[in-house]
């Protein structure tokens, strides 16, 4: 049985950028959602005893399992984004070693985020931004819905939700105000750094 992962700050830890009561609706009903799915879909089933990467990969390109994909591939998207992001007042800068791999894959950090945010605020409709190592390489993806990022060699360093649902509370339909802000001011590059 599948538990909703305990959130890494508090729900005040985000503001301003991010308010508590975004956080109470977006981890403790949204995430939550996708953890109830997923345990009502897999009991009784062979994907019972599964853990939750196995679950993903048995069911992301069976058709007739995509809404178990769907809620442990959110239930696992999920609890990557707020790894992704510490509180504001801890506010952390990427470390020498990773400065020197996103100024030799993208040329500067403000090249990064002009690119990071790029891609989350052209993913139509819901969906996801993610800083990736594809085999060394530092890369910028975005997928949609429930989808991630797979293939050899390709490592998740860090991920901007871009569901309405996590900025809307907060921004309304300024999508792109909620990535700047969360790019800025709220990435947990420590976390980005132990997925190299």
Do not use: C
């Not at 048995?58 to 992001?85: E, G, P, R, V």
């Not at 996590?166 to 709220?186: C, E, G, I, S």
């Amino acid at each position: 049985m599948f538990i909703l992962s305990p959130l890494p700050f508090s729900k005040e830890a985000l503001e301003p950028h991010i308010s508590a009561r975004t956080l109470e609706f977006h981890y403790g009903k949204h995430h939550q959602i996708y953890v109830d799915n997923l345990n009502k879909m897999v009991a009784g089933t062979a994907l019972e005893k599964e853990n939750l990467e196995t679950i993903i990969k048995k069911t992301a390109l069976d058709a007739d399992k995509k809404a178990i994909f769907n809620n442990a591939a959110q239930n696992f998207n999920h609890t990557f984004f707020w790894n992704s992001l510490q509180p504001a007042a801890e506010k952390s800068e990427p470390s020498t070693k990773m400065l020197e791999l996103i100024k030799a894959d993208f040329g500067s950090l403000e090249n990064l985020y002009s690119e990071f945010k790029a891609a989350a605020v052209s993913q139509f409709g819901s969906g996801w931004a993610w800083l990736v190592s594809d085999q060394g390489k530092l890369k910028i993806m975005k997928t949609p819905n429930a989808e991630m990022p797979n293939g050899d060699g390709l490592k998740l360093l860090l991920t901007l939700d871009v569901w309405e649902h996590a900025y809307y509370l907060d921004y309304q339909n300024r999508r792109a105000d909620f990535v700047d802000a969360t790019l800025r001011h709220l990435l947990n590059w420590k976390f980005a750094e132990n997925n190299l």
